[in-house]
């Protein structure tokens, strides 16, 4: 989608460092990371946020899941880790790509701001 970030992301058009990519997905590290580690999984088709998404997104939005296990793995979460996705403007969802950040290495805090 033309001015979407994260297209671009997904298309090379912007650099960001990669973590894990197929042809499906692309992580990529966050560029302000609220974590020792925070990086973002994102779907490279377009899909604006998880309140657009349609019956056709299942296999995708299910591969997604399960390949986030293997990046925290990856990525030495061994101890735990926070998956977030922002919806909308109370979400804060200020992309509008729909995207997962995974965020680890820290203890988190209840309830989230
Ligand atoms: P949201 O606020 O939509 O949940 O999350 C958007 C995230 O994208 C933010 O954490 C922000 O730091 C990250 N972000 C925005 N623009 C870029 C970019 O150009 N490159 C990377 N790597 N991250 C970005
Ligand atoms: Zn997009």
Redesign the pocket.
Same mark, same amino acid.
């Given at each position: 989608m033309a001015d979407c970030?994260f297209c671009k992301?997904a298309q090379k058009e912007?650099p %960001? %460092?990669v973590v894990y990519e197929d042809e499906n997905l692309l992580c990529? *590290?966050? =560029?302000?990371p +609220?974590a020792p580690v925070h990086v973002?999984i994102i779907p490279k088709k377009h899909i604006a946020s998880l309140d657009a998404v349609t019956q056709e997104d299942a296999a995708l939005l299910g591969g997604l899941l399960l390949k986030t296990g293997e990046i925290a793995k990856l990525l030495g979460l061994e101890n735990g880790y926070r998956l977030v996705s922002?919806c909308g403007e109370d979400g =804060? +969802?200020?992309?509008r790509h729909l *995207?997962f *950040?995974l965020l680890g290495k820290r203890k988190m805090t209840w309830p989230p701001g």
């Open positions: 970030i992301i912007i %960001s %460092s990529f *590290h966050d =560029l302000e +609220q973002l922002n =804060l +969802q200020t992309v *995207h *950040h």
